[in-house]
């Protein structure tokens, strides 16, 4: 069974930066997609940023400009670096692995940006 760990959230002010991780147990084999979602209090989950062979790279709208996803060459770990944080970004942060086997998520990470 392949666990995905995230680790980086926290409480952050506005303005300032946090870098999330998240690592699979082991290396998986015919990962397509990586990325990241986010879900806030009383709303649905929503796309933050996928990051796709060839480098093909999502970000959502909100977060274009301030997030950058990246992940190892191995693929077991993908990141979220994330600055210029405004408390609309609070929310508990997913990350997920997905290839045509299906998708694997992790238990989320909370991230609170508050003064």
């Known amino acids: 069974q392949v666990q995905l760990v995230e680790s980086g959230g926290g409480l952050v002010q506005p303005g300032g930066s946090l870098r999330l991780s998240c690592t699979s147990s082991r290396i998986i084999s015919g990962i397509k997609v990586m990325g990241w979602y986010r879900q806030a209090p009383g709303k649905e989950r929503e796309l933050v940023a996928t990051i796709a062979d060839g480098a093909n790279i999502n970000y959502a709208g909100s977060v274009e400009g301030r997030f950058t996803v990246s992940r190892d060459k191995t693929k077991r770990t993908v990141y979220l670096q994330m600055t210029s944080l405004t408390t609309e970004d609070t929310a508990v942060y997913y990350c997920?692995?997905?290839?045509?086997?299906?998708?694997?998520w992790g238990q989320g990470t909370q991230v609170t940006v508050s003064s």
């Open positions: 997920q692995m997905r290839g045509p086997w299906g998708d694997y």
